[in-house]
């Protein structure tokens, strides 16, 4: 009984176990205890690595780099609007779902290396700045969140079988959840450049 | 609702995860949002909408 259950129910099974362990986590505060130590890390980023010598002394690189994030977050927005859209019926109606949702992966999942080697890069020029943003870190668990909810739950239901057969409601739900994941990521990285 | 589209292991996984990050960041930026609020209050005594807080 209780291994037909585990067999049956795997993925929502590790579901419930990740957050038991984010919970427990959270309730020790290992977090909390972490910080502290990843500051040494920033610094030697910003002050013992190429990217920090190269993002602090040479403005134009830095500014260069950093439009091609901006224009990686900007493709990254495209790509999850149109393929999210599509699952919630607004737009693209004329093509199937599974062509547009199996399409933009290819390019989302370019287009994410992009981001993150990039984003690296902004990050090493200010990283003693950053480390003290809480806004930073809300940004990070964002990216995080949305990355493991594309990858491991999202794109592996949507190309299991066709998207008539997934019930409608939870296709919604999926899209308008994908969608404010990565306008809190969007939206975060503006505030970091605000702040 | 037909037997195809009943709610299999990845479909509850799905839904599960929905919800918590949904929630999760809707209560983030509805507490940043009454915390900026609670933030011009104190600064300014009051908030007003479409008027520019520095203009007393």
């Known amino acids: ?195 | 609702m037909s037997d195809s589209k009943k709610i299999g292991d990845k479909e509850l996984a799905a839904i599960s995860v929905s919800v918590i990050i949904f929630g999760g960041l809707t209560f983030h930026w509805v507490a940043e949002m009454i915390s900026t609020v609670e933030l011009l209050e104190l600064a300014y005594g009051t908030v007003k909408l479409f008027n520019n807080p520095l203009v007393f």
Not at chain 1, 101 to 117: D, E, P, Q, R, Y
Not at chain 1, 139 to 166: C, D, N, R, T, Y
Request: proline share 4%; aromatic share 12%.
């Open chain 1, 1 to 195: 009984m209780f291994s037909t259950i585990l067999s049956q129910y795997k993925a929502t099974l590790s579901v419930f176990v990740v957050l038991l362990v984010i919970v427990v986590l959270e309730f020790l505060q290992v977090r909390a205890a972490i910080y502290p130590s990843l500051l040494p890390a920033f610094e030697w980023l910003k002050n013992s690595t190429p990217l920090g010598y190269i993002g602090t002394t040479y403005g134009s690189i830095y500014a260069t780099v950093q439009a091609m994030h901006l224009l990686t977050m900007g493709t990254l927005g495209g790509l999850v609007l149109a393929t999210d859209l599509r699952l919630l019926g607004v737009m693209f109606r004329t093509t199937p779902s599974e062509v547009i949702s199996n399409g933009t992966h290819k390019a989302f999942k370019l287009t994410l290396i992009a981001a993150v080697l990039t984003g690296i890069f902004c990050a090493a020029g200010v990283a003693d700045k950053v480390y003290y943003m809480p806004v930073f870190w809300v940004k990070m668990l964002a990216l995080a969140a949305g990355a493991a909810f594309v990858f491991l739950i999202k794109q592996p239901l949507l190309s299991s079988k066709p998207h008539s057969e997934i019930n409608p409601w939870i296709i919604r739900g999926m899209a308008i959840t994908s969608i404010l994941v990565w306008f809190t990521v969007a939206a975060s990285g503006r505030w970091i450049g605000f702040s």
